[in-house]
């Protein structure tokens, strides 16, 4: 049975990648940093299930990463671990290079010193596009990050690039624009927009407050997009690809659909707060997944409108049921 190692397996990815790969009869390794309060609200069905392993570890120590290698010898490795909150990126600027950015390259050494044949796959993103040079973005499309994350990223992504060329590995670059589902953080705008339109639809609360309205973004749903970094490690070489819809929205139009999901009218509970603006904006972001469709076969099977459905049904049922702990 291959083996596989998945690092951000709670975060939303790869709590689906790790579905995904145990469906696919793969034996999965997913890292676990340690916290204070653990709920991993998002991986608490794979916590003992049969071909899982959840293992303690760290992102940042080179010597972990060495160590669990040398371990569990995975044929494959996705790296999905990052601080990946745009504006908290501008609050914890080195943590989240250290993070997002060097933690790459100790995936990358620890890589070439333990096994260099591992297939790896690195989950750069669209906001390395930031400040767009041309639209729709592909993988030719120069980069203009905005943020400190999305700075990190592109030290993550050509490092990446940089290793598969200096040593020959199998190192993949998944350029992924923004995809949401019902595990999604609450801080993204998304879920936020879900979640408060289910406590509104129950009278638990009148208004939700946001940033920037015009901004768009390019939202596919992260159970496809999962499918999409399986298939770039099957390829017989390793190459770099952006995975969209190829379809944009704003998130006006997002409160339309979230809102309107639930019955309710979004105009009158948004209210604009300057607090969730940002230093420096993504204005907006549209992906040209063609190369993927040609030399991958994917494409995306959920659309916009049915993805935030999906995702206010399931908040409703969260708020109805008294959850609040998956946030
Ligand atoms: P997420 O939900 O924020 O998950 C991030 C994961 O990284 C969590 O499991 C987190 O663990 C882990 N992590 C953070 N610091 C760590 C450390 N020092 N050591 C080990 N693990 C650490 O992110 P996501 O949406 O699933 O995204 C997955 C990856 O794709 C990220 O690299 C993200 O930047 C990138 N990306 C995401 C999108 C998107 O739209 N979702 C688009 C493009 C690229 P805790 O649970 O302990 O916090
Ligand atoms: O949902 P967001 O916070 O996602 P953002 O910044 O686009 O980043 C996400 O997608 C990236 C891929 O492009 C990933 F790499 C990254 O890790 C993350 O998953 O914000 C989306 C847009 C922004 O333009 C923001 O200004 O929504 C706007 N927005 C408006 N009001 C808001 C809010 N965003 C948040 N989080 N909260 C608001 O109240």
Redesign the pocket.
Known sequence: MDRVFITGVTG?DGSYLADLLLSEGLEVFGLVRRKADATNWRIRHLDGAEGCHLIDGDLTDLSCLTRLLTEIRPRYLFNLA?Q????FSWDAPLATAEVTATGVLNVLEAVRNVDPGIRVYQ???????GKVRETPQTEETPFYPR?P??VS?CFGHYITVNYRESYGLFAASGI?????SER??L???????TYAAARIKRGLQDK??????D????WGYAPDYVRAMWLMLNQDAPEDYVIATGVNHT?RE?CEAAFGALDLDWSKHIEI?ER???PA???T?LGNPAKAKLQLGWEPATGFAQMIAKMAAADLKRVDAGITWEI
């Open positions: 939303q990052a990946s909150f745009v504006p989950a750069s993103s669209s906001e390395m596009f943020s994350y999305g990223k992924l624009f923004n995809h949401e999604r953080g801080a993204f705008v998304t879920r936020k927009v939700v407050a946001l940033g920037n309205l901004s768009a973004r390019d998130v997002l707060d969730f603006l940002r904006e993504v204005n972001l």
